[in-house]
């Protein structure tokens, strides 16, 4: 060391002594206050290249700095009351943050420094519904002047050290919470590469509790307090940072995970609310995903295999009905979500898979040279036969994205088993008028179709077509029109309303986009039914 390095040694060991005295009062508890306000003026006169340096000399020397006065929880109160600065305040918070980085200090100390275990951030009974509390915590924590240095080191080590370590030191509910702050914090700073930079450095074991945390009780971030505030929902965030950077497996591993988890009562079903309707966040983060990787999940949830998974219970369950209950759960989510901005964006994707497949189709046996390699042989063959297939599975999940739609509404609203195997747009669109075309018997008629309506409902019903010109009610065949369709949708309750417009999206993207262009029509719908079949056996 030279002349120089020891003089800034000794200047800054100087510096440290008289801050560690500064509110020394040895027979009454000292004045950590006085001590970190003197902390603070001396701070602003040491150069900045020197001030992580003067931490790391001031935390080798008292040991418990950072758990006393050395806190940005005493540094808010200073604020607050006056006794330092704004700028004191921030000089501080990026010694502390620049020393860790540099590795001069140590992990813990920034955990006490932060006190994020204390803040009131995150407690056992969940997140803090003040969202000014959690805001406060995530800003801190993603403003660093370093840049990303600070958050993506410290939350890799807060995420592997302690919410995810083994054994669980957290709940669920407390891992999901405090993992959803941190990619909170790393989303600001950095965007979807910080959030991948930590999640690559984690174990696979741990990757996968932090999905399953984040995924059961990241909603929480949804809350209207922190509407307007910059907060996500972290699970949206982890799907943002797989479409971004994952391998083709990250996105099929998280498709399916995806479907695993929107099973059974709101309780076990984390991507629709209790009406089932997608969470918002969540459905733009897949749709976002679906986008960027259609081919790829297409795919892979097209294979066809018709073994049995091993270690199933279920005598009936095959490999190509779970992927595609898992394709019609995504569609449902994102592409025949009525609510989801970007659902147009997802069918128009899923359009051109489909047409590319048709194409192939509808090519002819034993004359085309699918495969353009100057033979017609038995590969050209399996092609065409391999491209029906894809067709008819994705019809297949379409459909069935419909009915389970339709099934789970059911459910919930504990509608009566007549409804059970209709669709909203057979029961409603295509309900023939046979008789008297009144306003009245038409709505009994619509309430007969859909399993029973209540008298307020059939009211509606009626008074709505009692607007409507008779001429106007019905076809030439005794078929509504679809004035009266539009006014009998309008007159029921929100969930039909909503359904229908999953119905209604759903069959116009079936007979447009396939059953319009596909040569093989009775092969095509033979074939959608067995995978219909195959779908419904993979679900019990």
Request: proline residues 4%; contains cysteine.
């Amino acid at each position: 060391m030279g002349v120089e390095g020891i003089q800034q040694c000794n200047d800054l060991n100087a510096i440290a002594d008289n801050v560690l005295k500064e509110g020394d009062r040895p027979f009454w508890g000292d004045d950590l206050d006085g001590r970190l306000d003197f902390f603070a003026e001396q701070l602003t006169n040491v150069r900045p290249e020197e001030r992580s340096e003067l931490i790391d000399t001031i935390v080798e020397k008292d040991g418990g700095a950072t758990m006393s006065w050395l806190t940005s929880e005493k540094l808010d109160k200073l604020v607050e009351d006056g006794r330092i600065t704004d700028l004191e305040r921030e000089t501080i918070t990026q010694a502390v943050a620049d020393a860790y980085v540099d590795g001069a200090i140590g992990f813990q100390d920034v955990v006490s420094f932060t006190n994020i275990f204390g803040n009131g951030a995150v407690a056992p009974a969940g997140l803090n519904p003040n969202g000014a509390v959690v805001t406060d915590t995530i800003d801190a924590l993603a403003n660093s002047a370093n840049g990303t240095a600070f958050i993506e080191k410290f939350a890799g080590e807060f995420l592997s050290e302690r919410i995810l370590a083994e054994p669980p030191m957290f709940t669920p509910m407390e891992q999901g919470n405090f993992a959803g702050v941190m990619l909170n914090a790393l989303d600001q700073a950095g965007g979807s590469a910080s959030v991948n930079a930590v999640l690559s450095d984690l174990s696979g074991d741990a990757r996968s509790t932090l999905q399953e945390a984040v995924s059961a009780h990241g909603m929480a971030f949804t809350n209207p307090a922190f509407e307007g505030r910059n907060v996500r929902d972290p699970m949206a965030i982890l799907i943002d940072t797989v479409s971004e950077h994952g391998t083709s497996q990250d996105v099929n591993d998280l498709v399916r995970f995806v479907g695993d988890n929107s099973r059974g009562d709101s309780f076990d079903n984390h991507y629709f609310d209790h009406q089932n309707k997608p969470l918002p966040q969540r459905a733009e983060a897949l749709s976002d995903l679906f986008v960027n990787h259609s081919d790829t999940i297409l795919n892979e949830l097209t294979v066809g295999n018709e073994g049995k998974p091993s270690g199933s219970t279920n005598p009936n369950e095959t490999h190509v009905g779970n992927d595609l209950a898992t394709l019609s759960n995504l569609f449902r989510l994102t592409g025949l979500n009525p609510d989801n901005p970007k659902a147009s964006q997802v069918m128009d994707a899923v359009a051109d898979f489909t047409t590319e497949a048709i194409n192939i189709s509808n090519k002819l046996e034993g004359v085309d040279d699918v495969d353009g390699n100057g033979v017609v042989d038995h590969q050209d063959l399996r092609m065409i036969e391999g491209a029906t297939a894809d067709v008819a599975m994705i019809t297949a999940a379409l459909q069935d994205a419909v009915a389970t739609g339709y099934a789970d509404l059911e459910a919930d609203n504990a509608a009566r088993d007549a409804m059970a195997g209709f669709l909203i747009d057979v029961a409603v669109s295509a309900i023939p008028v046979v008789g008297s075309k009144a306003s009245g018997p038409i709505a009994n008629a619509v309430s007969d179709a859909l399993g029973g309506l209540s008298e307020g409902v059939r009211k509606e019903i009626a008074d709505a077509l009692a607007s409507i010109p008779e001429e106007l009610l019905t076809t030439a065949q005794g078929q509504l029109t679809d004035t009266a369709k539009a006014a009998i949708i309008d007159a029921l309750p929100e969930d039909y309303q909503y359904l229908e417009g999953i119905s209604q999206d759903a069959e116009k993207f079936i007979f447009d986009t396939i059953y319009a262009q596909a040569a093989r029509i009775n092969d095509l719908s033979n074939t959608v039914q067995k995978y219909r079949g195959f779908i419904d056996s993979a679900r019990g």
